[in-house]
């Protein structure tokens, strides 16, 4: 059954300012059958995520037959042309960019293939991460560090296809041993947000994982779920502001640390150290 043709395109509202890796658009389509794009050239960098479907492209002389979990690349003043089957068209996800370093970044990539598709098997995080592209630019319009996060969004894009040697290993790699990298990144991303609004469910989201499935590994390694993670880390990051910034009353390291009602980081702050925040505060004064 050929699914209903869809499109859509966002691009950047912020004009480029001459950095190393920018954004220009993205974009994302459940094309028709037999639709074609060139034979002609792009002056940016292009790259495509197949999400389901089949198609073909062609760049250099060289034919490539693709289908869902590959990324094509296509580099400025390449003559190229794609098309989408016939029976199974695809649906893909794209993003275009330039950059003073961006041909560097394409090049290191690049470095280990023989052509300029990547595997990605059956990778969750890459569609993921486009998609966390398109919402970060639609919000740009309304504030630059939603522009500044579409950017680190492509980083993380390049880091994950950088890690993507080849799709056989991909499986067998994730079903094991990846569980403790996992472990990492949400440690990692707890860590660098924890005074932010953190949504466990947006941090797995952005991670391309399952909440219960993010939260049961986490346990596994570490004893405790997420939610309680972060907490403990608000508190100890109060704790230690309760030291070190005296200036600073409860309330203002409350929301420093992530709490948005300081009668709740006090109520917590006492379950965890059996005493108020203020009485942790005069004893290390005492001291």
């Given at each position: 059954?050929?699914?209903?043709?869809?499109?859509?395109?966002?691009?950047?509202?912020?004009?480029?300012?001459?950095?190393?890796?920018?954004?220009?658009?993205?974009?994302?389509?459940?094309?028709?059958?037999?639709?074609?794009?060139?034979?002609?050239?792009?002056?940016?960098?292009?790259?495509?995520?197949?999400?389901?479907?089949?198609?073909?492209?062609?760049?250099?002389?060289?034919?490539?037959?693709?289908?869902?979990?590959?990324?094509?690349?296509?580099?400025?003043?390449?003559?190229?042309?794609?098309?989408?089957?016939?029976?199974?068209?695809?649906?893909?996800?794209?993003?275009?960019?330039?950059?003073?370093?961006?041909?560097?970044?394409?090049?290191?990539?690049l470095a280990r293939q023989e052509r300029p598709i990547i595997d990605t098997g059956r990778n969750r995080r890459i569609p993921v991460i486009y998609r966390n592209i398109e919402h970060a630019l639609r919000k740009s319009s309304l504030s630059r560090a939603a522009h500044l996060r579409s950017a680190g969004y492509l980083h993380l894009l390049f880091a994950e296809l950088a890690g993507e040697p080849d799709a056989a290993s991909v499986g067998a790699a994730r079903a094991g041993s990846d569980t403790g990298a996992l472990v990492e990144q949400v440690v990692r991303y707890l860590s660098t947000q924890y005074a932010e609004p953190v949504s466990i469910e947006r941090m797995a989201e952005t991670l391309g994982y399952n909440r219960a499935y993010i939260s049961r590994i986490f346990k596994q390694h570490t004893g405790m779920t997420p939610v309680t993670f972060l907490l403990k880390l608000r508190i100890d990051k109060a704790r230690q502001l309760l030291r070190e910034r005296l200036e600073l009353t409860v309330e203002q390291i409350a929301a420093s640390a992530g709490f948005q009602d300081p009668l709740y980081f006090s109520k917590q702050f006492r379950r965890f150290y059996n005493q108020s925040p203020t009485a942790y505060r005069e004893e290390m004064r005492r001291l």
């Open positions: 059954m050929i699914r209903p043709f869809t499109y859509s395109v966002v691009s950047n509202p912020h004009p480029h300012e001459h950095g190393y890796l920018y954004i220009l658009f993205t974009g994302e389509s459940q094309t028709k059958p037999r639709h074609r794009i060139g034979p002609k050239v792009y002056d940016f960098y292009l790259m495509h995520h197949i999400i389901t479907g089949k198609g073909s492209f062609s760049v250099a002389g060289e034919h490539y037959e693709l289908h869902a979990g590959q990324s094509f690349l296509i580099r400025p003043e390449q003559l190229i042309h794609y098309e989408a089957d016939q029976h199974d068209p695809w649906h893909y996800r794209w993003i275009a960019f330039e950059g003073s370093r961006a041909e560097e970044w394409v090049a290191d990539l």
